[in-house]
């Protein structure tokens, strides 16, 4: 594998992706919200400091999980499924480039113009909460900031395998928001009902399961661990939250997370490599 083949490909869906409507938009709104969350939060509930950091970065936690996996699912997943559709995929497989440069040059590209437009977005909200509460806690708004973009990097992997798989934009697409709709808003009701158990020592290997095969949650509970808020899980689950507020509980949930984040890049790459329909 050629890793200028990878770089010019990934500069091509790079410059594309900066000049799309989604991605400009997205930038936009998402600077937004998170400006408006960081001001008016910090501003009404009149709190500095460490607490007032803490509320606020919840908040924008919210926003993160809704917001970031969706642009990523539906911007990844119309890359390769949408050239197939109108064959400017078959012009680009007669250069001389290999299937895996295309995917992992592709995925590179969008990387990079997500994570511009995530920085972007945090850039003026982390004005306002160092204005606001104090530098003391610019570490721990960065951790929050660099989560938030590996949880973006995860489900742009999971929408490139969505876009290998399909035919047609709008299939890949429709794929793509049923996948957000059950990891971000069904899943956590599945997760509820079973923290309803009684058994302490049957709730928390089901929960654990269940919250290393969702890596939104993975992350959510990342930025809680990190912002020290054992009580946001409950008595129920405060058996979960001091094992994984452990240093190999942190440990285990970024090695899931690396594998979420490769995984599915990787079968991407390997499925792609022995289609022949293109």
Do not use: C
């Amino acid at each position: 594998m050629s890793g200028a083949n990878v770089m010019v490909i990934a500069e091509k869906e790079l410059l594309e992706s900066m000049r799309s409507r989604w991605l400009v938009t997205f930038t936009i709104i998402f600077g937004l919200l998170a400006l408006l969350i960081s001001f008016f939060g910090l501003s009404g509930m009149g709190v500095g400091g460490y607490q007032g950091f803490n509320r606020v970065t919840a908040s924008l936690l919210n926003l993160v999980l809704y917001l970031l996996p969706l642009i990523a699912l539906v911007i990844g997943s119309s890359t390769i499924a949408g050239e197939k559709e109108v064959g400017s995929l078959h012009v680009l497989l007669t250069q001389p480039v290999s299937k895996s440069e295309v995917i992992i040059g592709k995925f590179l590209g969008l990387a990079l113009a997500l994570t511009a437009s995530i920085l972007a977005g945090f850039g003026s909200a982390g004005v306002v909460i160092a204005w606001k509460t104090g530098t003391i806690n610019i570490v721990d708004y960065l951790v929050f900031v660099i989560l938030s973009i590996v949880l973006t990097l995860v489900f742009l992997s999971m929408s490139l395998l969505i876009s290998v798989v399909t035919t047609r934009r709008s299939q890949a697409v429709a794929i793509a928001i049923f996948v957000w709709f059950f990891t971000i808003l069904v899943y956590d009701f599945l997760a509820i009902g079973i923290a309803s158990l009684q058994q302490v020592t049957v709730v928390v290997p089901l929960l654990l399961t269940l919250l290393l095969l969702n890596p939104a949650d993975m992350v959510r509970v990342l930025v809680i661990l990190q912002l020290g808020g054992e009580e946001t899980f409950g008595p129920t689950l405060a058996a979960l939250t001091r094992m994984m507020g452990s240093g190999s509980g942190e440990v285990l949930l970024g090695v899931v997370l690396f594998l979420w984040l490769f995984g599915p890049l990787g079968l991407s790459v390997w499925i792609f490599s022995r289609k022949q329909d293109y």
